[in-house]
């Protein structure tokens, strides 16, 4: 199975602050990698797939990016609204396999 | 407007039985690949399982298979997970999503809000 270790497991940060969370796979997944913000009670909601497409009605301080096997999520100028737990999801192959989660809080 | 309703579920004993249902609204469902994923209580997401839109292709985790059955009826617009010998590690919030995706990129874009299904003697 494709493992997907996503770091840090938390962060703090301010409104306003720019953070970055990354995933790695363990093995190429080429462009199969998505990434998801969910909020407690809440489905999860989808923010970037491809891994650089952001999703219609997705704010554009949300931004997804490659190297290799490695993948981020950068949130520029973070808002009230945007702290969540992120998650990120390859399916390149099954069984599909999510990131354990970075869950964002206020500093 | 995509809507996507699951239903079905419940607390069950170890060993026990449950179909959920994912009724859809607002979108072409024959056509559409469907999974299911689900989400213990304070942990991460897995993925379950996934349904072409004819039914004719299907796929689970290796911790399920042979005791979780994917299925749908098109007509009904509806997607159900038929669940069997549970255990309590099966204890979750259990979303139908939509699986959309191209040659070089696959997502789970809707989801619905979810059913818990509690396994506990």
């Known amino acids: 199975d494709i493992q997907m270790i996503q770091s840090p497991s938390s962060l703090s940060a301010s409104v306003g602050d720019t953070v970055t969370i990354t995933c790695r796979a363990s093995q190429n997944i080429y462009t199969f990698l998505n990434w998801y913000q969910q909020k407690p009670g809440k489905a999860p909601n989808l923010l970037i797939h491809g891994p650089t497409t952001l999703q219609s009605a997705v704010p554009s301080r949300f931004s997804g990016g490659v190297s290799g096997t490695d993948f981020t999520l950068t949130i520029r100028s973070l808002q009230a609204e945007d702290f969540a737990t992120y998650y990120c999801?390859?399916?390149?192959?099954?069984?599909?396999?999510f990131g354990q989660g970075t869950k964002l809080e206020i500093k | 407007e995509v809507q996507l309703v699951e239903s079905g579920g419940a607390l069950v004993q170890p060993g026990g039985s449950l179909r959920l249902s994912c009724t859809a609204a607002g979108f072409t469902f024959s056509r559409s690949w469907m999974t299911w994923v689900r989400q213990a209580p304070g942990k991460g997401l897995e993925w379950v399982a996934n349904i072409k839109g004819d039914g004719s292709e299907k796929d689970s985790v290796d911790s399920v298979r042979g005791r979780f059955t994917i299925s749908r009826d098109n007509a009904k617009n509806s997607l159900y997970l038929e669940m069997t010998s549970l255990r309590p590690e099966d204890t979750a919030v259990y979303y139908c999503?939509?699986?959309?995706?191209?040659?070089?990129?696959?997502?789970?874009?809707?989801w619905g809000q979810g059913t818990l299904v509690t396994v506990s003697s």
């Open positions: 999801l390859q399916t390149h192959k099954t069984p599909y396999t």
């Open positions: 999503a939509t699986l959309r995706g191209s040659s070089d990129t696959r997502y789970f874009d809707y």
